[in-house]
């Protein structure tokens, strides 16, 4: 079994910076994509930023220029600065990750509880 622990979320200004830490324990070989969603209320779930082992980045439009992707592969973590936030920010941020937990075995994608980020005007 493999589990994603998220922290970092809180309440912050517009403007403000948070960052989120999502952090992989469990039956852990190696972990590909890593990755950041997230969910407002009444709205579907939508990617802000992945990142592969390689350190190799893709991020939704909104996050471009704001916010940064990183990772720590010796501690499976991957972290999300969330920088100049906005109120259309605030939503449950997600961590993902494409876990493999032997080496003869293929990845699947694990999610972490959630954190949320809520930014006031």
């Known amino acids: 079994q493999v589990q994603l622990v998220e922290s970092g979320g809180g309440l912050v200004q517009s403007g403000g910076s948070l960052r989120l830490s999502c952090a992989a324990s469990g039956s852990i070989f190696n972990i590909n994509t890593m990755g950041w969603y997230r969910q407002a209320p009444g709205k579907e779930r939508e990617l802000v930023a992945t990142?592969?082992?390689?350190?190799?980045?893709n991020y939704a439009d909104s996050a471009k220029g704001r916010f940064t992707i990183s990772r720590d592969n010796a501690k499976n973590a991957v972290y999300l600065q969330l920088n100049s936030l906005k109120p259309e920010d605030t939503a449950v941020y997600y961590c993902?990750?494409?876990?493999?937990?032997?080496?003869?075995?293929?990845?699947?994608?694990?999610w972490g509880q959630g954190t949320q980020v809520t930014v006031s005007a």
């Open positions: 993902t990750a494409d876990v493999r937990p032997f080496p003869w075995a293929g990845g699947s994608n694990y």
């Open positions: 990142i592969t082992r390689d350190g190799n980045t």
